[in-house]
């Protein structure tokens, strides 16, 4: 087989409703070699069926197995893999087209980077794709310091990357002792290598809103296993105000929909950093008048 200059690395578990659409998005790209590798993790519904039928129509490359848990699928991926680069994808998520290809051509020309991350523009459950791109990840833009992401004040999204596959293996793949899979690569990367370019114009990913099964919903897993990365970092000058940032984060977000629980937290959550201190009355203000 020709040796793809591209991996595109997909975790499929669960997403029968949505599966098909993210392989087809993929396997539509033009203008750059790439390879579609799908791990099924032991999906209970209709999936393993309906990929074995589209990797006989398209051709991409299936492995059915036991469920692992996306970390542990996500290192499998990574040993397939043949290309020079890679990408990983998600099974509910619609790729643009021309996305690899442009994403290849900025690494290629870039060769001081080891990752280039673009943008995402939501899509609702039914498929509607928005108008924007989501704001949050412009931020970003030109490119992302370690000290910035440590502190939360640029974010990058997990569909919105592509990395040289050979920094990624020699960095151990995924880390396997946390449930993200991309925010403490993402510290990594940038803590060993220094700051990564961030497209302002390259979409990677129309990403499907919550159709009820997003993690980011269960704030006090999401959060906590946050502190639990940062800590890695426990020696770095940042890090004691990391901490109180990412407090602070997690007491705003049980705030807004959690009061009781909110309150508490609050104990454990509570700090006199302007962070904290700013976000405290939104434990006193009714919901329907704050923004999410």
Not at 162 to 189: C, K, N, Q, S
Request: hydrophobic share 40%; proline share 6%; glycine share 6%.
């Amino acid at each position: 087989m020709e040796q793809p200059l591209v991996s595109v690395l997909l975790a499929s578990y669960n997403h029968e409703k949505y599966v098909e659409a993210a392989v087809r998005s993929v396997m539509e790209q033009k203008g750059v070699s790439f390879e579609l590798i799908v791990v099924d993790d032991g999906s209970p519904d209709g999936s393993p069926q309906l990929l074995k039928r589209l990797s006989d129509e398209l051709g991409f490359r299936l492995i059915h197995r036991p469920n692992k848990g996306l970390i542990g699928t996500l290192n499998e991926l990574l040993t397939y893999a043949r290309g020079k680069y890679y990408c990983t994808f998600s099974s509910d998520d619609v790729m643009p087209p021309d996305r690899l290809a442009r994403q290849v051509r900025f690494l290629e020309s870039h060769p001081e980077a080891v990752a280039c991350f673009g943008q995402v523009i939501p899509m609702s459950e039914s498929g509607v794709v928005g108008q924007k791109m989501d704001p949050q990840f412009l931020e970003a833009v030109p490119e992302i310091h370690f000290d910035e992401f440590f502190l939360g004040k640029k974010a990058l999204h997990g569909c919105a990357e592509m990395f040289r596959t050979e920094t990624i293996l020699g960095l151990g793949g995924y880390d396997t002792r946390f449930f993200f899979e991309d925010y403490p690569l993402y510290l990594r990367v940038l803590y060993e290598f220094g700051p990564q370019p961030v497209s302002p114009d390259i979409v990677c990913c129309y990403y499907r809103e919550d159709h009820g099964s997003n993690m980011h919903a269960n704030h006090d897993r999401m959060y906590g296993e946050i502190l639990n990365i940062i800590e890695l970092y426990k020696d770095h000058e940042l890090y004691r105000r990391a901490v109180k940032v990412w407090k602070a984060r997690w007491f705003s977000a049980l705030a807004y929909g959690q009061k009781w629980n909110a309150l508490k937290h609050l104990p454990k959550l509570a700090s006199t950093s302007p962070e904290f201190l700013k976000r405290f009355p939104k434990l006193f203000i009714p919901s329907f008048l704050l923004k999410h």
